[in-house]
């Protein structure tokens, strides 16, 4: 991470788990653990029930609330869906767009995923944007290229001013909810490719402000080492945050 120029991002994703209750009992415990949280930011992303539990549990905290999706349409036809609009009435921060488990269960493709990014950013949400390779994928070589391609289409039409406000998120298939996590190494060089992509896109300016972080088998343990990396700026945490001991080390490590 590099605290100059960009902020360090820790955020929990906790999928399809915890009830109402149970999403407050789990923020009761984890307030009191992370409350010193003063070199990064910390958000939790939960189901869209538990979200008014948990902006009324954080309300005094410096804790953020994202959701996990969105509807790519502002409103419409579209029963069970969940629009931009009602997480910013909420007053949720941020939004996850592109999950591979919204990839490969939802047929999420590139370009749905750009056209959710234009309306978080368009409703004053912060688009969490995912990438990320499959083992075969990295096992032909070709991590880097896939990856440039779906941030660049993550990224068209998407003006620098905007640019800011999003944040992206490396999260190799073969890391997620498997206990194999990726090296830092190669965690810090498909952080750094990303950058240069935007670079390339943006400039270096505006390219250095982006946060990047890394997701997939991040914890306690491993969580300082994914850190030191230049270009990963923060985690995207799954099976880790849904236990507080466990989410505040990682932050804490985020915190050193
Ligand atoms: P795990 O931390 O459980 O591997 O999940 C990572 C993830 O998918 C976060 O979005």
Redesign the pocket.
């Known amino acids: 991470m590099n605290r100059r120029y960009r902020k360090t991002i820790i955020a929990g994703?906790w999928k399809m788990n915890k009830t109402p209750s149970e999403a407050r009992q789990l923020i009761d415990e984890l307030k009191p653990l992370i409350s010193k949280a003063k070199w990064c930011e910390v958000v939790l992303c939960v189901p869209y029930v538990d979200i008014p539990v948990a902006l009324r549990a954080l309300k005094d905290s410096r804790i953020a609330v994202g959701a996990q999706n969105m509807h790519h349409e502002e409103s419409g036809a579209y029963t069970g869906d969940v629009s931009a609009s009602m997480l910013k009435d909420l007053g949720v921060k941020y939004v996850i767009i592109g999950?591979s488990e919204r990839r490969a269960y939802y047929h999420e493709t590139d370009t749905l995923v750009n056209q959710k990014v234009h309306l978080a950013l368009k409703t004053g949400l912060r688009p969490i944007v995912?990438v990320g390779e499959t083992l075969e994928q990295r096992d032909q070589g070709v991590t880097l290229d896939l990856i440039t391609v779906q941030v660049k289409a993550a990224l068209s039409g998407v003006s620098a001013e905007k640019l800011r406000q999003i944040v992206f998120?490396y999260?190799p298939i073969w890391?997620?909810?498997t206990g194999r996590t990726a090296t830092s190494e190669q965690a810090g060089e498909v952080g750094a490719s990303i950058r240069t992509t935007i670079r390339k896109m943006y400039g270096a300016r505006a390219a250095r402000s982006v946060t990047i972080q890394y997701?997939?088998?991040?914890n306690a343990a491993n969580a300082h080492d994914l850190l030191a990396q230049l270009d990963v700026d923060g985690g995207?945490?799954?099976?880790?945050s849904l236990k507080a001991a466990d989410f505040a080390a990682i932050v804490q490590a985020a915190n050193q």
């Open positions: 994703n999950h995912c998120a999260e890391a997620i909810g997701g997939g088998s991040m995207l945490i799954g099976g880790a």
